[in-house]
């Protein structure tokens, strides 16, 4: 989430083969600082994503905004994360991290070569 954003857990795991790359994340946020309410960053450059793809939100907790839906979206090195509110039909970005929020994500893509 980059800025001062500290965690109570960080950890993640790929697996290339290939040009694809699966993905499966663990984040566990303890201070949101000036860190992103919507962004995921820090996928490795050499395996940055070639085309936007759709990451799966297994689980979400203590999410910043109330929020019916919600995926992640790959493009270059970034996990953008949009999502739907009660009130809306469309999705959004929409603040999900904040102090204690847990989200765990994965997702498959293909890398640029």
Known sequence: MGGTA?????????TRIGNRVFVDLILSVQ???T?????ISGLPAELAVNNTCT?????IALSATAVVSISGVGFGT?????SKIAATATDDFHAIFGNGTGII??????IRR
């Open 105 to 110: 994500l994965s997702g498959v893509y293909r």
């Open 55 to 59: 990451f799966n939100v297994g689980q």
């Open 6 to 14: 500290t965690y109570l857990a960080q950890s993640g795991d790929y």
């Open 31 to 33: 201070l949101i600082g």
């Open 78 to 82: 970034q996990i953008f994360l949009y």
């Open 35 to 39: 860190g992103s309410t919507t962004v």
